[in-house]
């Protein structure tokens, strides 16, 4: 069955200043942020990824750049793993987000919230969650593949995949720079790692000795 890397992008000073970046262009990984790209490449260079998927927005490509250099592949820009459209909340303040009587239906119904001139949540996972069933319709079975994306898509498709709820999905954890790996096949999912940042260790499928 397929492993599933779901990568959340690098550290920037949007995240670092505790405001939204959403889709804003031009949001580029801070030194941290750099040098946690290239602490995941390093990483994550033994282990057998067979392709690089990233959002479009500048800092998940510059996540996924470290990692598909030193593999000797070729990054691929997939528009499915973008950013929520976060609507007028765009490059707003959490503190000051915090106070608005909607944020309460964004932590406790989440499934009921749209952005303002936004994408929904379930808009979002659904649109992530075709994204990486598309991406896996490219791969064979026993392939690891890697996708770079944002926190809360990261979260909502590992929620759908693990069969929760989307009420739920805040309860997820992932930090910058940090790996969530689902094994998924016909018969189930399993949850390999959550917001798991390196070093780290992979269990891979032993490969069958010819005879």
Same mark, same amino acid.
């Given at each position: 069955m397929p492993l599933?890397?779901?990568?959340r992008h690098g550290e920037n000073d949007y995240v670092k200043? %505790?405001?939204l970046a959403g889709r804003l262009p031009e949001v580029h990984l801070n030194e941290? %942020?750099? &040098? &946690?790209? *290239? *602490?995941l490449a390093q990483a994550l260079a033994n282990v057998p990824i067979k392709a690089v998927y990233s959002s479009p927005l500048e800092r998940a490509r510059e996540t996924a750049a470290p990692l598909a250099a030193k593999l000797g592949l070729e990054m691929q820009i997939r528009p499915g793993l973008m950013e929520t459209g976060i609507g007028t909340w765009? %490059?707003? *303040? @959490?503190?000051?987000?915090r106070k608005l009587p909607e944020w309460k239906l964004v932590q406790e119904a989440p499934s009921r919230f749209r952005f303002p001139? /936004? *994408?929904s949540f379930a808009e979002t996972q659904l649109r992530m969650v075709n994204e990486i069933e598309a991406i896996l319709a490219l791969h064979q079975k026993e392939d690891v593949i890697a996708c770079v994306s944002h926190a809360d898509p990261i979260k909502l498709a590992t929620a759908y995949y693990l069969g929760m709820p989307l009420d739920? #999905? &805040?309860?997820? /954890?992932c930090d910058t720079a940090s790996v969530t790996a689902l094994w998924l096949s016909e018969k189930g999912v399993? @949850?390999?790692k959550l917001n798991q940042r390196p070093? #780290?260790? #992979?269990a891979l499928p032993e490969k069958k000795a010819r005879r």
């Open positions: 599933l890397l779901l990568i200043a %505790g405001k941290r %942020g750099r &040098q &946690q790209a *290239e *602490e765009t %490059g707003q *303040e @959490l503190k000051a987000l001139q /936004g *994408e739920h #999905f &805040q309860r997820l /954890g399993l @949850l390999s070093p #780290f260790a #992979f």
